[in-house]
C-alpha cells in the first residue's frame, strides 16, 4: 500500500551523532513561496552525543545500513582513515560532508574507544515525478526546466530548487499568486514518487500604471508609449495586461526614447516599483521621471577620414539641421544611412559615430558625424551553409558580387533580396558579413534554410466568384533543387473547369537564359441574373500551349517573349437559347440571347505572339516592403490563325514601408486592344472573349463584371420568379398566374394583364425585373491605393495582414450593339413575342376572351392593330377561335375550327419560346472612373488562404453592379 508522506519542502538533514553536527550539517534553505508546504515532516528523533573523548585514534571504520552505495564509496565522503587522530570537531565535519553528498537521509556516528560506525539511510530513488493542478502549462513545459527526474536519488534541496523553479515559470506567465506543495509517496524497495501539487492562480494584472514629474506630456501619451497596458475592457484580449518584469524594464527605455525623439536629451527614469495590491491579485507600477529642458540642434557638421569619401557626399543623408528640434533617433537612422552610403562605395566596416556637445544656456546640441578612416574591403569568401536541398549554385546565381570583387553594400542588399525573392528559403534572411583574414576582407556569409517547396494539394472551397470549387495539384517549385518549376493541377466548379500542365527553367544550359512551357485546357462560363437567380450565358472553352523565355538586360530589367497557340469555341445553351429555322436546323435566337450574344458565338484559332518589358526592385517579390514593379506588355494575334489584334497593357506598383511597419503601395494598369480587321456589319470586330473585364475580384465594392458597358434587358410586368419560368417554357399569363398553353383553348379564362411602359427608359423602378449581360471593353485603366496594417508579432505569426484600400477604374470602348424592344402597348393591345421559322422576329397579341362556339371553343376578339382585311374588307374587331394569333382564312364568326398552316406554324413557335414584353438599354460605355473605399483581411488560416474584403462604391454609373462584402476561402483535405 502506497504511503503519502508529509511535504518535503522542509525537509532537515538530521545528524545523530551530536546536536552541534546537527546544527551545522542542517542547509537553511529560504521558502521559494510562502506556504509551498501544506504540512511539516516531524523531526527524527536526535540521537544521543557520542562519548567521543579529544584526540582519540581511530582504531576501524565501519558502515552500516548501505544498501544501494557501497561500505567504501561511504568512507571515501570522509576524510577520517583508521590510525588518525579525531575529535569531537572532525567527527562533526565527517557529518557534513555526508550530507553535501544528498545521497543520504539520515547519518550516525557511534564511537566505540575508538572503533567508528557511520550508520546511513541512504536517501530513496525517485520512481516518477508527477504534476496535478497545472492547466495553463503542460508538463513539458516543467520536465525540461526540473532538476529531478526518475531513477536520480531524491533530494531535499533539489525539491526546493524544483519548487522556485515552477514558481518562476508561472510568474513570467503573470502568475504571481501562483504556490506549489510538493509531495512524495513512499514505496518498496525504498523508492518514491514526487508528486507537485499546483494552484496557479489567476493572472497578476497591472490594474494602475502612474508617473510622477512629467509635466510636458500627459499620463496618457506617456503610457500609450510602453508595452505593458493597463487592464480594461479595450485590452481584454491582450497578454500586455499581465505584469512582467523584463517588460517594465523594456518600458523604460520606451519612455527614454520617445524622449529623446522629443528633444529632451536629459530626460531620466528616476525610478521604477511595482507593488502588489492588498488582495494579492494585481499590480500597481509606479515611474518617477525628470524631464529635464528641451533642446534644439546647433550647428551640424559632417566630418570624414576618408579621403575619397567626402563629407559633401553624405550630406544627402544627413536630413537634420540648425533650429530643428533635437531627435536621437534621427540621428541614429543618420548613422546606419552613413554606414550604408559607405559601403556602397567599398567600405564594409565603415566606424560612424557622431559626437553630441550640448549648450545649457542656449539649450542647444552641436552635433557632427565623423566617418573615421577604414581600408577600403573586397569580398575574400562566399559561404552557403544549411541547404539541404537547394544547390549551391541555384544561391550563389543570386549574387551581385563575386569572390574578390570589391565590397559594395547595395549589391550586397540586392543579392539578400533576390535571395528571399526566390521563394524557398526562411523569410527572415540576412547576408551575414564577418571579418576576413585581413582588415580589408570580408566574408558573406549565406546561411539558409530550405523551407518545404513542394505541395501535393487537394482541396474544397467557396468563393463568391467561382462558388464551390474542387482542385487537385501537384507543384515543385524547386525541382530536384535546381530552382525549376514543375506543376499539374486541375479544378472544377459550377462556373469553370481547367487542366495546366506548366514547367520552367530559369537558368538554361546554366546560362542566365529561362524557358519554360504551358500546355492548358479551360472551360469558362459567364452569367447575367433572373432576379437573384444566377443564369448561364455563354461558354468560353479553349485548349492550347505556351513557349515563354526571358533574359535580363540589366540588374533591374528584364524582357520577357511567348508564343501562344490556342482553339477557342464559345456556346450558348441550345435548349435555352437556340429555335430552328426554316430547315428545322437550331439557330441562336437574338429574342432569347440577345445579338450580341448570338454574335459571340463561333469556333476561332488564335495563334499570338507577345513580349513583356519588366522592370523590378521589389525587396520581395512574394510580399513587397519596398520597391517597384513595372510590367508593359504586346501581343499581336496574327499568322497561324483566324484572330487579328493588338493588345497592349501596362502594371505598375510601387510600395513604401512607412514607419512602424506600416507599408503603402500604389498600383495603376490599363490596357488597349485593337483590332486588325473588321468585323460583320453591326458587330464589334473584337470578340466578347477577347475583351477587357472589371469588378470582382479586383475591384472591390462592384460585382463580377460589375463594372463597363452593360445591355440592360428590362421586362415588363412580370414577377422574377415568374418570368424565370416563363422565358424558359411555354406559359401565357391571364391575371397573374400563368397557364400552360396547351390547355389554354379548353379554359375559361377572364380578363387579361396589363403592361405599362416606364415613362423615363433610365429609372428601371417600373420594371419587373432586369437582366445584366457585360460586353467588356477595349480600353480599361484600374488602380489601388493601399495601406497595410501592422500587427502584433502573435497576429503576424497567424499571416493576418489587414489593409485599408481605395479602387478606381473604368472599362469602355466597344461598339454599340443592336439591341431589342418588344412593344408593351400598341393600340391598346399587349403582345408576346417569337420567332418564326425563317427567323423573323414577330409579335402575337393577347386577345379578349368573349366566351365559347356551339362546339365549346374559346371566342377570342381580334384586336384592332394593322389593317386587317379579308377579301379586301377590314375584319378588325371580328372573332375567331385561334388564341394565339388570327388567319385572314379563318376568321368568321362562330367557326368552330382553327387549323391551317400558318396558324398551326405560330402556335408551335409560340409554345416553343414565347417571351414577355422588355425593354434593352445599353449603358456604362464611358472611361468616367469608378472609386470604392473599403478594407480587407488577408490571413493565412489553417483553412488555405482567405481574402475578405468590405468597400462601399463611391462613384458609379447607371447598370454598375454593386457588391459590398467579397470573400475567398479554400481548405485542404
Not at 459571340?600 to 519588366?614: E, K, P, Q
Request: aromatic residues 10%; hydrophobic residues 35%.
Amino acid at each position: 500500500m502506497l504511503l503519502l508522506s508529509t511535504a518535503m519542502a522542509g525537509f532537515p538533514a538530521y545528524a545523530q551523532g551530536s546536536a552541534a553536527a546537527r546544527a551545522a550539517a542542517a542547509q537553511p534553505t529560504p521558502p521559494a513561496q510562502p506556504a509551498a508546504a501544506s504540512t511539516t515532516v516531524p523531526p527524527a528523533t536526535p540521537a544521543q552525543p557520542a562519548a567521543v573523548a579529544d584526540a582519540r585514534t581511530i582504531l576501524s571504520i565501519n558502515v552500516s545500513g548501505s544498501q544501494r552505495i557501497e561500505p567504501d564509496t561511504v568512507r571515501s565522503y570522509i576524510k577520517l582513515r583508521p590510525g588518525m587522530t579525531y575529535t569531537k570537531a572532525s567527527l562533526d565535519q565527517a557529518l557534513r560532508d555526508l550530507f553535501d553528498t544528498e545521497l543520504f537521509e539520515d547519518v550516525q556516528i557511534r564511537d566505540d574507544n575508538g572503533a567508528l560506525t557511520i550508520e546511513v539511510k541512504e536517501n530513496p530513488v525517485i520512481n516518477r515525478v508527477l504534476f496535478e493542478g497545472n492547466k495553463r502549462l503542460k508538463e513539458d513545459k516543467f520536465k525540461d526546466e526540473i532538476k529531478l527526474a526518475p531513477r536520480q536519488i531524491f533530494s531535499p534541496s533539489k525539491v526546493r530548487a524544483d519548487v522556485a523553479r515552477i514558481i518562476e515559470l508561472y510568474r513570467r506567465q503573470g502568475r504571481y499568486g501562483a504556490s506549489v506543495s510538493p509531495k512524495k509517496v513512499l514505496l518498496d524497495q525504498n523508492r518514491v514518487d514526487v508528486i507537485y501539487e499546483i494552484s496557479e492562480g489567476p493572472k497578476s494584472k497591472v490594474r494602475a500604471i502612474n508617473i510622477i514629474g512629467n509635466h510636458v506630456f500627459s499620463d496618457k501619451l506617456l503610457r500609450a508609449q510602453m508595452a505593458t497596458k493597463i487592464s480594461s475592457l479595450k485590452h481584454f484580449l491582450s497578454s500586455s495586461t499581465t505584469y512582467d518584469a523584463d517588460r517594465m524594464a523594456y518600458d523604460q527605455q520606451k519612455l527614454r526614447q520617445f524622449y529623446l525623439t522629443e528633444g529632451y536629451a536629459d530626460f531620466k527614469v528616476v525610478s521604477a516599483t511595482a507593488e502588489l495590491t492588498p488582495d494579492r491579485k494585481d499590480f500597481v507600477i509606479t515611474y518617477v521621471v525628470e524631464e529635464g529642458p528641451r533642446y534644439k540642434y546647433g550647428d551640424v557638421s559632417v566630418e570624414s577620414d576618408l579621403h575619397d569619401l567626402k563629407p559633401d557626399l553624405f550630406k544627402p543623408v544627413v536630413t537634420v539641421k540648425k533650429g530643428d528640434w533635437f531627435n536621437a533617433k534621427a540621428d541614429e537612422d543618420i548613422i546606419d544611412n552613413m554606414t550604408k552610403r559607405a559601403g556602397f562605395f567599398g567600405y564594409a566596416f565603415a566606424d560612424v559615430n557622431v559626437d553630441v556637445h550640448p549648450h545649457l544656456d542656449t539649450r542647444t546640441m552641436d552635433v557632427i558625424f565623423k566617418v573615421s578612416e577604414t581600408p577600403r574591403v573586397y569580398v575574400e569568401r562566399i559561404n552557403i551553409t544549411g541547404n539541404t536541398l537547394t544547390q549551391d549554385k541555384v544561391i550563389r546565381r543570386e549574387f551581385r558580387l563575386n569572390e574578390g570583387d570589391a565590397f559594395n553594400e547595395a549589391l550586397v542588399k540586392r543579392s539578400e533580396d533576390r535571395i528571399k525573392s526566390l521563394g524557398y528559403f526562411q523569410e527572415k534572411f540576412e547576408i551575414e558579413q564577418k571579418k576576413g583574414s585581413a582588415d580589408d576582407r570580408v566574408i558573406l556569409g549565406a546561411n539558409v534554410e530550405d523551407k518545404a517547396t513542394g505541395q501535393l494539394q487537394l482541396s474544397a472551397g467557396y468563393s463568391d466568384l467561382e462558388k464551390l470549387t474542387f482542385s487537385a495539384s501537384i507543384a515543385q517549385r524547386n525541382f530536384r533543387g535546381a530552382g525549376q518549376t514543375l506543376q499539374l493541377s486541375g479544378s472544377i466548379s459550377a462556373y469553370s473547369r481547367s487542366v495546366d500542365l506548366g514547367f520552367s527553367e530559369p537558368y538554361a544550359f546554366d546560362k542566365n537564359i529561362a524557358v519554360g512551357f504551358d500546355i492548358f485546357t479551360r472551360a469558362v462560363n459567364s452569367f447575367n441574373f433572373i432576379g437573384t437567380s444566377r443564369n448561364t450565358t455563354y461558354s468560353t472553352t479553349s485548349t492550347g500551349f505556351q513557349l515563354r523565355a526571358g533574359l535580363p538586360l540589366t540588374e533591374f530589367w528584364s524582357l520577357a517573349l511567348r508564343y501562344g497557340w490556342r482553339t477557342e469555341n464559345v456556346t450558348l445553351d441550345p435548349s435555352t437559347y437556340y429555335l430552328p429555322d426554316a430547315n428545322g436546323v437550331p439557330q441562336c435566337s437574338v429574342l432569347l440571347a440577345g445579338r450580341y450574344l448570338c454574335d459571340a458565338i463561333g469556333h476561332r484559332t488564335i495563334s499570338d505572339f507577345g513580349y513583356s518589358l519588366v522592370r523590378s526592385t521589389l525587396d520581395n517579390a512574394l510580399h513587397p516592403g519596398h520597391g517597384m514593379r513595372l510590367v508593359i506588355s504586346q501581343d499581336l494575334a496574327g499568322p497561324g490563325g483566324n484572330v487579328r489584334y493588338i493588345k497592349s497593357t501596362f502594371d505598375g506598383a510601387k510600395y513604401f514601408t512607412l514607419h512602424k511597419g506600416f507599408i503603402f503601395s500604389a498600383k495603376l494598369e490599363g490596357g488597349a486592344i485593337i483590332p486588325l480587321k473588321g468585323g460583320p456589319a453591326g458587330q464589334d470586330p473584337v470578340q466578347l472573349s477577347d475583351r477587357f473585364f472589371l469588378g470582382e475580384p479586383n475591384f472591390a465594392g462592384f460585382d463580377i463584371q460589375g463594372v463597363g458597358p452593360k445591355v440592360l434587358r428590362n421586362y415588363l410586368g412580370v414577377s422574377p420568379a415568374t418570368a424565370a419560368q416563363f422565358v424558359g417554357d411555354a406559359y401565357e399569363l391571364y391575371d397573374g398566374q400563368k397557364t400552360p398553353l396547351s390547355v389554354l383553348a379548353g379554359a375559361s379564362q377572364q380578363g387579361q394583364p396589363t403592361y405599362t411602359l416606364p415613362t423615363d427608359p433610365n429609372n428601371p423602378t417600373p420594371y419587373s425585373y432586369t437582366t445584366y449581360d457585360s460586353l467588356g471593353g477595349r480600353y480599361y485603366y484600374k488602380g489601388r491605393f493601399e495601406l497595410e496594417i501592422p500587427l502584433g508579432s502573435g497576429a503576424k505569426e497567424l499571416g493576418l495582414r489587414p489593409s485599408i484600400f481605395v479602387d478606381y477604374g473604368s472599362v469602355w470602348g466597344v461598339q454599340t450593339p443592336q439591341t431589342i424592344t418588344i412593344p408593351a402597348t400598341a393600340a391598346g393591345t399587349n403582345y408576346f413575342a417569337y420567332q418564326d421559322a425563317n427567323g423573323t422576329l414577330k409579335y402575337y397579341p393577347f386577345y379578349a376572351p368573349l366566351g365559347r362556339t356551339n362546339s365549346g371553343l374559346q371566342i377570342f376578339q381580334v384586336p384592332v392593330t394593322a389593317a386587317t382585311t379579308f377579301q379586301g374588307a377590314s375584319v378588325a374587331g371580328a372573332t375567331t377561335t385561334c388564341a394565339t394569333g388570327y388567319s385572314l382564312n379563318q376568321v368568321a364568326a362562330n367557326d368552330p375550327s382553327c387549323t391551317g398552316a400558318g396558324v398551326a406554324g405560330a402556335i408551335a413557335n409560340l409554345k416553343n419560346r414565347p417571351v414577355p414584353p422588355f425593354t434593352e438599354q445599353y449603358t456604362g460605355n464611358t472611361p468616367f472612373p469608378r472609386l470604392s473605399v473599403g478594407f480587407g483581411v488577408n490571413w493565412n488560416s489553417p483553412f488555405g488562404p482567405f481574402r475578405i474584403d468590405v468597400a462601399a462604391a463611391v462613384l458609379k454609373q447607371y447598370g454598375d453592379q454593386l457588391k459590398t462584402v467579397t470573400f475567398n476561402v479554400g481548405t485542404q483535405f
